[in-house]
T-cell receptor, first 112, second 113 residues
Framework: KQEVTQIPAALSVPEGENLVLNCSFTDSAIYNLQWFRQDPGKGLTSLLLIQSSQREQTSGRLNASLDKSSGRSTLYIAASQPGDSATYLC???????????FGAGTQVVVTP | NAGVTQTPKFQVLKTGQSMTLQCAQDMNHNSMYWYRQDPGMGLRLIYYSASEGTTDKGEVPNGYNVSRLNKREFSLRLESAAPSQTSVYFCASLRGDRVTEAFFGQGTRLTVV
């Protein structure tokens, strides 16, 4: 059974510092990995999607890497801002039905 | 562009009551999903529908039923609500190609007392 783990569960950094969020998964046979952002009381917003054939994906200040062989993905957020405060979730798609297997998330607080 | 729309946003039920959560997407997606989110556990799949007319169980289907009414709409029904079903429920959709990104609704916060 695929398990997805995100460590740490919570993270607090001062504004301007780079954020590094980790996601690990036990089964390397995945189709893709997706990073989401969730604000309190809100839905999930897709940040980045990395296909299984890709090593990384970038969007603005966000960069996500994928190492299937070691079962790891890392989300980097450059020059963090208070507006980056949220919970970040990673999820993998393991089968052809597009079902997502989620980690429990990392709650990030960026202090001014 | 509305994306994925869920109704209601909040609901309080008494134990044993029934209700239906509604979900609609306007992106012409083939696949739709229902997840529940509980503190510290991430999101878990309840049911999914790979295409209109088909539904399948996910990881935690007990106590729920679903209907894929048409390509746009996928509803989740609680026949006899229990306190263990207190959760936040999310509907999601994707094009149907497993390599595309998923889009989520804003969630329904359900409390069963």
């Amino acid at each position: 059974k695929q398990e997805v783990t995100q460590i740490p569960a919570a993270l607090s950094v001062p504004e301007g510092e780079n954020l590094v969020l980790n996601c690990s998964f036990t089964d390397s046979a995945i189709y893709n990995l997706q990073w989401f952002r969730q604000d309190p009381g809100k839905g999930l917003t897709s940040l980045l999607l990395i296909q299984s054939s890709q090593r990384e994906q970038t969007s603005g200040r966000l960069n996500a890497s994928l190492d299937k062989s070691s079962g790891r993905s890392t989300l980097y957020i450059a020059a963090s801002q208070p507006g980056d405060s949220a919970t970040y979730l990673c999820a993998v798609v393991k089968d052809s039905w597009g079902k997502l297997q989620f980690g429990a998330g990392t709650q990030v607080v960026v202090t001014p | 562009n509305a994306g994925v729309t869920q109704t209601p946003k909040f609901q309080v039920l008494k134990t044993g009551q029934s209700m239906t959560l509604q979900c609609a997407q306007d992106m012409n997606h083939n696949s739709m999903y229902w997840y529940r989110q509980d503190p510290g556990m991430g999101l878990r799949l309840i049911y999914y529908s790979a295409s209109e007319g088909t539904t399948d169980k996910g990881e935690v289907p007990n106590g729920y039923n679903v209907s894929r009414l048409n390509k746009r709409e996928f509803s989740l029904r609680l026949e006899s609500a229990a306190p263990s079903q207190t959760s936040v429920y999310f509907c999601a959709s994707l094009r149907g190609d497993r390599v595309t990104e998923a889009f989520f609704g804003q969630g329904t916060r359900l409390t069963v007392v």
